[in-house]
């Protein structure tokens, strides 16, 4: 770990959790989770503002959890249920006070506990500054052992948060899993490749990234969601975590956005309808002897 | 282009990937273009003939590493290397894939050198001193173009978005043995297996006709006469996310955002309605043919030729008319 941008955190985090009176099972994971614009939206009411660079809000389109994220919480319940008692699964959120939806989502699924991250100072946040306020978020909760983010975010489909905080903490990480388990100190993942799956595994504390692989997120009870507003959400600030101004929110950005466009569909279908089947398949047929593709 | 570009290269069966190709196109047209060089970097186990395929294909450089720890591929055992590479080259821009290895170093890569990533880039350029990342976002409704405040920028390339050049084999290049500072104790991800599906016949990367199939097709019996039409046509069959999360096909067929990216030369796309995630890995094909029973489907909208027809009567249909034209 030679070039940590913040030397001495990574074994920070592994003295928290060595420290610990019963190492062989309490676990704590951590799953993040971001809202977004309905990533399901029909692409015809979806528009952009090109001189403000910026979706046209549609109205009352309520903003959803990423799917991935969702995918996110069901790994960590995934891995709780397995102990219950013992393993604790936080879900956290860096996002405006309407975030505590996403949360509550979470919470109603099944985690413990919640903190949301919405400062005004975050806003603007590109992934580098995201990065940087979970990775001094989970720095501050201390004993975190597995930190679980979605493989990207279905808004800018970026997909580098997670590895962002493996990176910052100094932990191992391993992206796109369909499949998580961890224990007795070790995260086991199926990987998704292009052409299969690989397992791999690595030392707790680690960062996971999950793949739509892994399968539906688990639905919310009504029992479940009304527990969930008894349970405890935390909120803090950029001075609750010791950032700096000039490292987050639209001042520690260094992405530039200079343009957001829908690209323009050139083609102009020819449609082919008329007659039996047999004859539009002839033609059809014929269409593509005279492209030479047959 | 001070310091010029830095391509981090995958390889396959002992050849460099088709996209690790397209990037070197890339990085050779960028230096040509702002000045610098192409500094190419290939890291595996058993890697002999490789760095002279990537001189060949544009680079003026190559480190070649070969070590164990290399291969199979994981973070903790390239970073090391290619960060030393990056910070002693200073290149403008770093490229890498779009890919399960790619996307997974750009992001540690770039923290660890301080700067920032674009993944999925469709195109990269450079403009009046700044580089210009564009990229899909939004699900592949939406195109966004970025740059960054610090160097180099890096980018993860979407496959079949370059041209690869021509091989030129009188092309003159260095290539420097890498001397590896990776130590085992770094190395804390370890691959315990791997199982990749032996891909019948066409590859659906590289297929010159790719047949696709989406919910319309209403199950796995849908796939089989898509396939038929996919063999026939010599081509590679290929499925949407609908029909791939029905369990209707395997996984590695997904073409789209969360799939495979494909620009075959004729692509058919039945039962397939066109959501930005599929056509993002789809939009560069040649001709697109959709047949969907929705006419108001938006796959329409990027196809050349539309069928409303249902496709249980129009496929076999068209199998016999391709073999009448065959005979």
Known sequence: METLLFPGRAAKIRTATTNKKEPSR????????????????????????????????????????????????????????????????????????????????????????????????????DTTATARILAEAIKKLGDVDLIITGRQAA?????????????????????????????????????????????????????????????????????????AARKPTQVWMAADLGLDAGVIGAAGARRVLERLYIPIKESRCEFLDGGSPQEIAATLAQKLKDAEFI | MA?????????????????????????????????????????????????????????????????????????????????????????AVILLAHSTIGWDLAPRLAFRLDT???????????????????????????????????????????????????????RSGEIAVLQSVLSPDQVRVKVTGQHREQEEGVRLETAKVVVAGGGGLGGPDGFKVAKELADLLGGAIGASRVAVENGWCPHSWQVGLSGKTVAPDLYIAIGISGAGQHMAGCANSGTIVAINQDADAAIFQSAKYGITAGYEELIPALIEEIKKIRA
């Not at chain 1, 009411?45 to 009352?60: H, S, T």
């Not at chain 1, 799956?197 to 539906?216: D, F, M, N, R």
């Not at chain 2, 890697?47 to 720890?69: K, M, P, Q, S, Y």
Request: charged share 25%; hydrophobic share 45%; net charge negative.
């Open chain 1, 26 to 125: 309490a676990m704590h994971i951590l799953a993040c989770v971001k809202q977004i614009l309905d990533p399901e939206i029909a692409t015809t009411v979806f528009r952009i503002n090109e001189e403000k660079k910026e979706v046209v809000p549609i109205p009352g389109m309520s903003p959803v959890i990423s799917p991935f994220d969702a995918q996110a919480v069901e790994a960590g319940m995934r891995i709780k249920e397995t102990d219950p008692e013992n393993i604790k699964l936080t879900v956290a959120s860096l996002g405006t006070e309407a975030a505590r939806a996403v949360l509550k989502q979470g919470l109603a699924m099944g985690a413990d506990e919640a903190v949301l991250l919405a400062d005004p100072a975050f806003q603007g946040s």
């Open chain 2, 3 to 91: 310091g010029g570009i830095l391509v981090i290269t995958e390889t396959e069966e002992g050849k460099p990937t088709a996209l690790s190709l397209e990037m070197l196109g890339l990085a050779r047209r960028l230096a040509d273009g702002e000045g610098g060089g192409v500094t190419a970097v290939v890291l595996g186990s058993s890697i002999a003939g490789i760095a002279e395929r990537l001189v060949a294909h544009g680079a003026d450089t190559v480190f070649a590493g070969d070590h164990e720890a290399f291969a199979p591929y994981v973070a903790d055992a390239w970073l090391p290397d290619v960060a030393k590479i990056a910070q002693e080259t200073e290149p």
């Open chain 1, 155 to 227: 808004d800018g489909d970026v997909g580098v948060v997670g590895l962002g905080i493996a990176e910052l903490l100094g932990l191992p990480a391993i992206t796109f899993a369909k499949d998580v388990k961890a224990e007795n100190g070790t995260l086991f993942v199926e990987r998704m490749l292009e052409d299969g799956v690989e397992t791999l595994e690595a030392p707790l504390p680690a960062v996971v990234t999950i793949a739509h692989e892994l399968g539906k997120p688990r639905y919310t009870s009504l029992r479940e969601t009304m527990k």
């Open chain 2, 116 to 170: 920032a990533v674009a993944t999925g880039c469709e195109a990269v350029e450079a403009d009046t001193g700044k580089i210009l990342m564009t990229r899909a976002c939004y699900g592949g409704k939406a195109r966004e173009q970025i740059s960054f405040t610090t160097a180099p920028a890096i980018a993860t390339v979407k496959s079949k978005t370059q041209e690869p050049l021509e091989p030129d084999e009188s």
